[in-house]
């Protein structure tokens, strides 16, 4: 019968295939040392809220574009909410599948010898990586890679959507919004960017660098 009042419905609307959105499950975090799982339920809680509302906002906007309402104001507001949510929800999944790990990279990997050709050692590259962390103000510090060039960059995101270097892929994504430490670590930032390097998974890390 649902197959039946789906196919009528299409009949007479255009009907939209676009699979929803589903919360990764970052479960195995749990436990991670230097996170306590108060903190981590909650960031968990707070990566679904994104998934919930980039689901919300695209079928909205799909309904209002049917609806010919693609040229009113409330279309254009949702339009530019969606880059926040959507990538709300892809940062913090980047970020998520970033850790885990025991926070010793590879020294026989590409990225490692990129890292030390370009910065001049490891070191003066995570030095770099963590004053961006340290900027004042709500964001990520991201390790980004020109696929033009092999560039390898530490930048700051704002916002989400704001910030991001054009066409560049996102190697290491650490977030720096309050939520992610302020309950364990309260302002000591430097404490929460020590203990993220410490659980780095730096072989998710390495597999994202393909230039």
């Known amino acids: 019968m649902k197959k039946i009042l789906l196919f009528l419905i299409c009949l007479v609307n255009v009907c939209i295939a676009r699979d929803p959105y589903q919360a ?9 040392d230097g996170f306590t799982d108060a903190m981590l339920n909650m960031h968990f809680q707070l990566y679904q809220g ?20 693609s040229s009113s104001y409330q279309y254009a507001a949702l339009k530019r909410r969606l880059g926040f949510e959507f990538d709300g929800m892809r940062l913090h999944e980047l970020y998520f599948e970033n850790l885990g790990g025991d926070g010793r990279i590879p020294m026989e990997s590409p990225l490692y010898k990129e890292l030390v050709k370009q910065f001049g050692s ?4 995570k030095k770099d990586f963590q004053a961006v962390g340290l900027m004042r103000g709500v964001g990520w510090a991201v390790l980004a890679v020109d696929p ?10 704002d916002e989400h959507e704001i910030n991001h270097l054009a066409t560049s892929s996102l190697i290491l994504v650490m977030d720096v919004w309050e939520h992610a430490f302020i309950t364990q670590y309260g302002l000591n930032r430097a404490g929460y960017i020590d203990a993220f390097f410490k659980n780095i998974n730096w072989q998710t890390v390495v597999s994202r660098f393909t230039f």
């Open 24 to 32: 990764k499950d970052f479960g195995n975090l749990i436990g991670m």
């Open 50 to 69: 994104y998934v919930k509302q980039t689901n919300f906002l695209l079928d909205t906007l799909d309904q209002m574009r049917q609806n010919g309402q």
């Open 122 to 125: 490891y070191d003066a590259w």
């Open 148 to 157: 033009d060039t092999g560039n390898l960059i530490n930048s700051w995101v």
